[in-house]
């Protein structure tokens, strides 16, 4: 079982949706959680970033760990074609432990 | 500011050869991580590199190795090269070790293994 799961999709929604990106995980040591947004032929970008449970709201994107649940969650607002990427969730131990990642769900907004 | 920068940005070797990636981070930042990205196993963490020094290491066989320069620029090589290597390889720096969580991505080397 991999330490991270997340539903490679790909998932379809119509512009204006809001859209709903899940990820679990099995080690209750994460502290750190993070949601990177990734176009095709281009290095991933880190979105959001939240240190143990809570929501965190930006513009758009709105980011909310369950650490009862060992469940994150992004959602995204107002949905837009531009936001047509694969978005990969990521967490950590601690600011200095290794980063494991999500295998990443590619999102496709249509017009 | 200029972003994170890997060179070369493809690169296509045969089974058996040894291949050395670039990476230059964001001015300033002193700790660079490498990763590997596949279709099969996503995104992959392979070290990281701070004051010229491994902090972390992943699940990777030998053949992978890296280093960084007082510069903090940093490369990463694989010697006789699998097959399996194909792959997407990323960079990321950060500031420090306390904002590692705050990487940022190079646009990656698209490593082809004939």
């Known amino acids: 079982q991999k330490e991270v799961e997340q539903d490679p999709g790909p998932l379809s929604v119509p512009e204006g949706a809001i859209v709903s990106l899940n990820c679990t995980y099995s080690?209750?040591?994460?502290?750190?959680f993070m949601w990177y947004r990734q176009y095709s032929r281009k290095g991933p970008e880190l979105l959001m970033y939240?240190?143990?449970?809570g929501n965190k709201e930006d513009g758009r994107f709105t980011a909310q760990v369950d650490k009862s649940s060992k469940y994150i969650s992004l959602f995204i607002r107002d949905s837009q074609p531009s936001d047509s990427a694969t978005y990969l969730c990521a967490m950590s131990r601690s600011s200095a432990s290794k980063i494991i990642f999500g295998s990443g769900t590619r999102l496709s907004i249509r017009p | 500011k200029a972003g994170v920068t890997q060179t070369p940005r493809y690169l296509i070797k045969t089974r058996g050869q040894q291949v050395t990636l670039s990476c230059s981070p964001i001015?300033?930042?002193?700790?660079v991580s490498w990763y590997q990205q596949t279709p099969g196993q996503g995104l992959q963490f392979l070290f990281e590199?701070?004051?010229?020094?491994?902090?972390n290491k992943g699940n990777f066989p030998g053949r992978f190795s890296g280093r960084q320069f007082s510069n903090s620029r940093s490369e990463m090589n694989v010697s006789t090269l699998e097959l399996g290597d194909s792959a997407l390889y990323l960079c990321?720096?950060?500031?420090?070790?306390?904002?590692?969580?705050?990487?940022?991505f190079g646009p990656g080397t698209r490593l082809t293994v004939l």
């Open positions: 080690n209750s040591a994460f502290q750190y």
């Open positions: 590199y701070f004051s010229e020094t491994q902090r």
């Open positions: 939240t240190y143990s449970s």
């Open positions: 990321a720096s950060s500031l420090d070790r306390t904002t590692y969580n705050e990487q940022f």
């Open positions: 001015s300033g930042h002193r700790s």
